[in-house]
């Protein structure tokens, strides 16, 4: 089961454990970490998880659990492998450390964070992809993501022959039509976009009189449009609230019933 929305656990150090419960508890069923502790404290996530189990809020075959792999350029001096070792190594330990971490024996999603260069998919890209495969054959994964890509990225990756992710996760910037080429490719390959900072990044769209106009229609927020409109347009978005108003509006705003006009006119607006 693939849910229709995730929650985010970047940034929220000792409230981590604590907000991933409460997002349980309102309805995500969806939740996006990673083994990264200068962003992430995933270890609290799995607190979380194991207090929502506790209090029967959910079980863990109920949610959709997705964690990365981060390269050493992307951390800390927290690390969750030796730096010492081979990638393969590395991600092995990585994923080891998340299933530990969260409390499972599966990881749902498993994302490569960002590709080692900004250039292209390089050979430790491949070498990192075919551990993460291995993982997948051996069942500690069910799917693998890609994250922070561009089209050059995912083209090289699908022209080396190995095989396409099952997930894609941007940055998305409405003035590039919400990234539009990279959602074009993967829409042609059956592979599922997530979007993050559909709100920080895109202020000038929550501004817009369009988006005021339908908010007030609807009786909704500007930030439920854009997240209804996410999704109307075949995106998971991702949210991070910290706040338990904006978790119940995220998910309320799936009822929201945009025109195709709507949706047109919001992701031309870039
Ligand atoms: N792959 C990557 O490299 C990468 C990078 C960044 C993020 N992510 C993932 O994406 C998740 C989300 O991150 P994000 O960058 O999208 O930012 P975010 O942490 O979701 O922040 C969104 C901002 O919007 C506000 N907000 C949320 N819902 C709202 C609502 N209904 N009405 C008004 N304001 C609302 C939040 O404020 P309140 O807290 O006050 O609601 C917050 O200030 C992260 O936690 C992480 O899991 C991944």
Redesign the pocket.
């Known amino acids: 089961m693939i849910p229709d929305f995730l929650y985010?656990?970047?940034?929220k150090e000792d409230q981590t454990a604590a907000l991933t419960e409460l997002a349980l508890r309102v309805g995500f069923r969806g939740i996006?970490?990673a083994n990264q502790r200068r962003h992430y404290a995933e270890a609290a996530v799995g607190a979380g998880l194991a207090a929502a189990y506790r209090a029967g809020v959910v079980s863990r075959a109920e949610l959709f659990l997705q964690t990365?792999f981060t390269y050493r350029a992307g951390q800390d001096h927290r690390l969750p492998y030796d730096p010492a070792a081979d990638l393969s190594t590395q991600a092995a330990q990585s994923l080891a450390s998340s299933l530990e971490h969260l409390g499972t024996d599966y990881i749902d999603s498993y994302v490569l964070?960002?590709p080692a260069s900004g250039h292209g998919w390089t050979d430790h890209d491949a070498e990192v992809w075919a551990a993460m495969a291995r993982a997948r054959d051996a069942g500690r994964v069910r799917f693998l993501g890609v994250?922070?890509v561009s089209l050059r990225h995912l083209e090289q990756l699908a022209a080396s022959g190995a095989e396409t992710p099952a997930f894609v996760?941007n940055?998305c910037f409405a003035r590039v039509g919400w990234d539009r080429s990279v959602r074009a490719f993967c829409a042609k390959r059956g592979i599922r976009y997530q979007g993050?900072?559909?709100?920080?990044a895109n202020p000038e769209v929550l501004s817009h009189s369009l988006v005021a106009g339908i908010a007030a229609r609807a009786e909704v927020?500007p930030?439920?449009v854009v997240f209804r409109f996410a999704q109307a347009i075949g995106m998971l978005p991702?949210?991070?609230?910290?706040?338990a108003e904006?978790m119940r509006?995220?998910l309320a705003s799936r009822a929201l019933a945009l025109s195709p006009d709507e949706v047109r006119a919001i992701e031309t607006l870039g």
């Open positions: 985010g656990t970047a940034w996006d970490t990365k964070h960002g994250s922070n996760q940055r993050f900072s559909l709100l920080t927020t930030a439920q991702l949210t991070g609230t910290t706040d904006h509006q995220d």
